[in-house]
């Protein structure tokens, strides 16, 4: 079992930066590949990035590549994603996940097995 908790939202000007983190619990996060994933209103929930359990592979929706940066620190169960040159399309709110996936797909949100109840980030304009 493990617990994800999503912090470092907010609301930030277009053309800014945030960096949200994304604190796991447990013994057993290294085995874990991890994803982040937003919904806006109205919309579905759709990929941002996800990163493989040793941090060696990252992969990113076309829409943030460039510009969000995910990576992972094993000793501090934590995932994070820095997102900079913000825009009022990036305003959703931020999940992150965690995948026991043998074969990882990060883009496939039932990959995952673990949930955060995510961040709101609001970019105004």
């Known amino acids: 079992q493990v617990q994800l908790v999503e912090s470092g939202g907010g609301l930030v000007q277009a053309g800014g930066s945030l960096r949200l983190s994304c604190a796991a619990s447990g013994r057993t996060f290294s085995s874990y590949h991890m994803g982040w994933f937003r919904q806006a209103p109205g919309k579905e929930r759709e990929f941002v990035a996800g990163i493989n359990w040793s941090g060696g592979r990252s992969y990113y929706a076309d829409s943030v590549k460039g510009r969000f940066t995910i990576s992972r620190d094993n000793t501090r169960n934590t995932v994070y994603l820095q997102m900079n040159s913000l825009s009022p399309e990036d305003t959703a709110v931020y999940y992150c996940?965690?995948?026991?996936?043998?074969?990882?797909?990060?883009?496939?949100?039932?990959?995952?097995?673990?949930w955060g109840h995510g961040t709101q980030v609001t970019v105004s304009s």
């Open positions: 996940a965690a995948s026991q996936a043998y074969t990882f797909v990060p883009y496939n949100p039932h990959d995952y097995d673990y």
